[in-house]
């Protein structure tokens, strides 16, 4: 049963998979219908000009879905914090919060687990790779493996003849 003004739905209508977005269902159904992916998303932008985001009236009615089931499973029309659905912005950047307060509380639980950055010079300190005395790190920079130019001097040295000998 088609409504007219409605399309048709498609001969092949895939599930949409969970937390998968708009575009990339669009894309799913227009390779499981051998289309153009660019072809389907601007057939199912509104009429007369064909260009914005796809209306999901026309999206439901194609893929055989509820607007509402489309909503649930959609990851870009619903809350990404606490998954009420959004309204269908007709252009511009999508939403991705349905209010401040989830996309403050988003934010947090972000940036809550990570760990803060410290200053390198707090880090156990390595030992020099010659005479074993400890070297302090820098904060920026490669860690330094010996603990003057001396030491450098010396284990070079040794290496040398080390690789001199016969062996």
Known sequence: MTVPGQPRPLPVRPRPRSGETTATYIEHLA????????????????????????????????????ETALRHVLADLSCAYCGTPLDMRPAG????WCSSACALRAFRQRTRGK?????????????????????????????????????????YRQRARRNQQPG
């Not at 999206?59 to 509820?66: D, F």
């Open 31 to 66: 390779r499981a219908n051998h289309l153009p992916a660019r072809y389907l998303r601007h057939y199912l932008c509104t009429p007369p000009w064909h260009a914005g985001r796809p209306e999901l009236s026309r999206l439901a009615a194609i893929s055989g879905r509820t």
């Open 93 to 96: 950047r999508p939403a991705r």
């Open 115 to 155: 760990p803060e950055r410290h200053d390198p010079a707090e880090a156990p300190a390595a030992n020099c790779c010659n005479c074993g005395t400890p070297i302090t790190r820098k904060a920026t920079g490669r860690p330094a493996r010996w603990c003057s130019h001396a030491c450098a001097l010396r284990a």
